[in-house]
């Protein structure tokens, strides 16, 4: 039985099955939102890729990149603050190597779906390509 003060998601596991669970959760909450899913756990190859948690399409056609980040509460900044810069030049270049397998470019963004205890934010635009 989950404990009444940690989110069921943080229980036992390791740390991949703790992130997977944040996923699905993240997940769930972007489909209820009229999301659709692309893929999931997108990684570019080689030394130095980056990984792309899910890669949505929302209905005007946007893709989607969003990172998921769980913390058991939002001490020391929360889930989102934990999206630096550097993290977010991996996910930047993980999305465009993304891109250059498709035909043409669609809109983009990259959003943030911080899960902090049991509450879930999603940023959508939380920071940019540049």
């Known amino acids: 039985m989950p404990s009444a003060r940690r989110p069921w998601w943080l ?3 390791n740390t991949r099955a703790r992130g997977s669970a944040a996923e699905d959760l993240a997940l769930a909450h972007l489909q209820r939102a ?6 999931r756990n997108y990684e570019t190859p080689g030394r130095g890729g980056g990984e792309i948690d899910l890669i949505m399409r929302a209905a ?8 998921v980040r769980a913390r058991a509460s939002d001490a020391g900044g929360g889930a989102a603050a934990s999206v630096v810069r ?3 030049q991996r ?4 999305a465009r190597h993304y891109l250059t ?14 899960i902090e205890g049991s509450r879930i934010h999603w940023l959508r635009a939380a920071f940019d390509a540049t």
């Not at 009229?34 to 893929?39: D, E, F, N, P």
């Not at 996910?91 to 993980?94: L, S």
């Not at 397998?101 to 911080?114: K, Y």
């Open 86 to 88: 550097r993290k977010q």
């Open 34 to 39: 009229g999301l659709k899913l692309v893929a």
């Open 11 to 13: 229980g036992g596991g």
């Open 101 to 114: 397998r498709l035909p043409a470019l669609p809109p983009c963004r990259f959003d943030v779906v911080a």
């Open 91 to 94: 996910i930047v270049r993980a």
């Open 60 to 67: 005007d056609g946007t893709l989607v990149f969003v990172e």
